[in-house]
């Protein structure tokens, strides 16, 4: 007999085990919150948070995917992980949106970020890290064939600002 065990009666499979790597940047997107939110600078805080995002969305590469031999130009997390996930999509399109803002408050501009958008962030991504986790605890096989909740997209549209209106 093979090495599939069977699963008793009334009790669900267990979904397999996330990869150290993955779990070591998931351990470091929460991390990465944890700090924002105590960052007086709204800079800070935004780059921060920003930064604790993208670790989650490569946690979610680091177990969907396997390396591949570069080719071409380098491709962004946020494109990836859009195509990797696509339930993770809009997601993905919200950061990437957000990573010249990013970038201008890691450059120390003074009105790179408000306070609310500082402070907007920081729960945006704490909601993406409760998505990120659920996305990741549901086997592949069975996230492809779930149909679209209405918690794995943020608040609002995507338009060409940096922040979904409220």
Known sequence: ??????????????????PAAAAQLLDQAHRGLRE???????????????LGALRAAAAVLAARTRPEPA????????????????????????????????????AGL????????????????????????????TPVSVAADQPRSPFTRPRGGGGSSSRPRR
Request: charged share 20%; net charge neutral.
């Open 71 to 106: 080719r071409g130009r380098p491709r962004s997390a946020w494109v990836l992980l859009g195509q990797v996930t696509p339930e993770l999509g809009e997601w993905a399109t919200f950061f990437a949106a957000g990573a010249a803002k990013r970038a201008a408050a890691e």
């Open 110 to 137: 003074s009105h790179a970020v408000t306070e609310r958008e500082a402070d907007d962030l920081v729960r945006d991504v704490g909601a993406f890290l409760s998505v990120v986790e659920n996305c990741l605890a």
């Open 1 to 18: 007999m093979g090495a599939a065990r069977a699963v008793p009666a009334g009790q669900l499979p267990l979904p397999p085990a996330l």
């Open 36 to 50: 924002a939110a105590g960052c007086v600078d709204p800079r800070q805080r935004y780059a921060t948070a920003h």
